[in-house]
């Protein structure tokens, strides 16, 4: 026997529940905190969507600059795949993570991340240990993870 029983009346209430609480939204008074939020969630998909897409402009010149003329295939796809999967890490885990301990906090850390990985990124270079494509990689995924 199931331990989950709803009868009619039970989802009619909780209809009647929904549309209330809709109502109230549709009737809510447009003001500045619609207007910040608009703006907020405007910015934070702006700064996502150019970092995922930025890197198609900046590899045709690393190319030119360090390997004089084009990539290698296999660095040119690592470096513009390495966010891709780095945010689908991000999405799981922080989404887990999100809902245990809260979307506020896990907001603040991908941001964080975000800022830490973007500024490593720009001040990667050629060394003896580890290429600049390799570095580029690295610092995209974890870009890739707060992104998530």
């Known amino acids: 026997m199931s331990t989950y029983n709803t009868s009619m009346l039970d989802t009619a209430q909780l209809n009647e529940r929904r549309r209330e609480a809709l109502s109230k939204i549709d009737n809510a008074e447009f003001g500045w905190f619609h207007i910040r939020a608009c ?19 900046v590899t045709p010149m690393l190319g030119m600059i360090y390997f004089g003329g084009a990539l290698p295939a296999d660095l ?6 390495a966010a891709s999967v780095g945010t689908f890490i991000g999405q799981v885990g922080f989404g887990y993570l999100a809902d245990r301990l809260g979307r506020k906090r896990m907001y603040g850390v991908e941001l964080m991340i975000i800022i830490v990985a973007t500024l490593g990124q720009s ?6 240990s ?7 990689i690295v610092w995209r995924l974890i870009v890739g993870i707060g992104i998530g």
């Open 123 to 128: 001040l990667s270079g050629n060394g003896y």
């Open 76 to 81: 040119d796809l690592g470096i513009k795949v």
């Open 39 to 57: 703006l907020v969630a405007g910015v934070g998909f702006f700064t996502d969507a150019y970092d995922l897409f930025a890197i198609n402009l």
């Open 130 to 136: 580890l290429s600049l494509p390799a570095t580029l």
